[in-house]
């Protein structure tokens, strides 16, 4: 088991910046990738970025690409999402997860745990 927690929601107003965290513990040693997700209200659950644990590569939706910065601390088991040029359309519940296997979550099927969220609201 892996236990996730993220931190660092909130309001911010549009063109703003956040930064979110994802404190991981349990059977750390078992995660090779993590990845970031999102859920509007009304919407499904959508992938946001993801980081192989390992070697450090990343992958972005495009509607976050140069905007959202992930990253992780490997001594800290710690996963971060840097958010730049907020957009309302950004407002959702934030969550972290781990992958089931080697490759980055890029659907919630390749998901083995979840943080319990925590929401960013984007005022325009």
């Known amino acids: 088991q892996v236990q996730l927690v993220e931190s660092g929601g909130g309001l911010v107003q549009a063109g703003g910046s956040m930064r979110l965290s994802c404190a991981a513990s349990g059977r750390t040693f078992s995660m090779y990738a993590m990845g970031w997700f999102r859920q509007a209200p009304g919407k499904e659950r959508e992938f946001v970025a993801g980081?192989?644990?390992?070697?450090?590569?990343?992958y972005y939706a495009d509607p976050v690409k140069g905007r959202f910065t992930i990253s992780r601390d490997n001594a800290k088991n710690t996963l971060y999402l840097q958010m730049n040029s907020l957009k309302a359309e950004d407002t959702a519940v934030y969550h972290c997860a781990t992958s089931r296997d080697r490759t980055v979550p890029t659907s919630m099927y390749k998901v083995a745990f979840w943080g319990q969220g925590t929401q960013v609201t984007v005022s325009s």
């Open positions: 980081i192989n644990w390992v070697d450090g590569s990343t």
